[in-house]
T-cell receptor, first 115, second 116 residues
Framework: NAGVTQTPKFQVLKTGQSMTLQCAQDMNHEYMSWYRQDPGMGLRLIHY???????DQGEVPNGYNVSRSTTEDFPLRLLSAAPSQTSVYFC??????????????FGPGTRLTVL | AQTVTQSQPEMSVQEAETVTLSCTYDTSESDYYLFWYKQPPSRQMILVIRQEAYKQQNATENRFSVNFQKAAKSFSLKISDSQLGDAAMYFCAYRSARRAGNMLTFGGGTRLMVKP
């Protein structure tokens, strides 16, 4: 298993550009989520999904779109990049409910710089 | 909404000594999980230890143990026999046991330095 993979690892954008951060998992996890980590801070939830076709907003959703057309993939779209979106982005996944504790698996992160 | 607070931005410890990292949280829920994650310079998020709120016994994982005080909403991490490889950012995190999605709420982190 590759686990949770994210591409690209690094990206530099200009203000106003759009792009998609890719996230994929091969563990058949129902739940997936996106977090951002600003310098010296903890991770904050952007969007999450509890299954294909189902997404919802987290703490800091503005400026980002998500969709979940398959169980494996959960892309994060920046519509019009702003310097405030300079951050490290983490994707995570886990099994859904089932009465048991289900560990979150994190991807390696994407470092995004918006100039 | 839940909040997680780590009041120590930085801590340092001598190699082989013991250090305790603090974490407090606020929630109205009774069923939840608490975690400590380690983030080395590689950025990878590594689960160190977890605690189920319904368990009174404190979790331990080798040199890592927690002091879970549910009434006080406190969840500290003790690292015994500190090693150079323990140097990293440490994040305390909360997760509801009831809400779908398994989303985590993180504290601001504590940078741990280990002196040889």
């Amino acid at each position: 298993n590759a686990g949770v993979t994210q591409t690209p690892k690094f990206q530099v954008l200009k203000t106003g550009q759009s792009m998609t951060l890719q996230c994929a998992q091969d563990m058949n996890h129902e739940y997936m989520s996106w977090y951002r980590q600003d310098p010296g801070m903890g991770l904050r939830l952007i969007h999450y999904s509890v299954g294909a076709g189902i997404t919802d907003q987290g703490e800091v959703p503005n400026g980002y779109n998500v969709s979940r057309s398959t169980t494996e993939d959960f892309p994060l779209r920046l519509l019009s990049a702003a310097p405030s979106q300079t951050s490290v982005y983490f994707c995570a996944s886990s099994y859904g409910r089932g009465g048991n504790y289900n560990e979150q698996f994190f991807g390696p992160g994407t470092r995004l710089t918006v100039l | 909404a839940q909040t997680v607070t780590q009041s120590q931005p930085e801590m340092s410890v001598q190699e082989a000594e013991t250090v305790t990292l603090s974490c407090t949280y606020d929630t109205s829920e009774s069923d939840y999980y608490l975690f400590w994650y380690k983030q080395p310079p590689s950025r990878q998020m590594i689960l160190v230890i977890r605690q189920e709120a319904y368990k009174q016994q404190n979790a331990t994982e080798n040199r890592f143990s927690v002091n879970f005080q549910k009434a006080a909403k406190s969840f500290s991490l003790k690292i015994s026999d500190s090693q150079l490889g323990d140097a990293a950012m440490y994040f305390c995190a909360y997760r509801s046991a009831r809400r779908a999605g398994n989303m985590l709420t993180f504290g601001g982190g504590t940078r741990l330095m280990v002196k040889p």
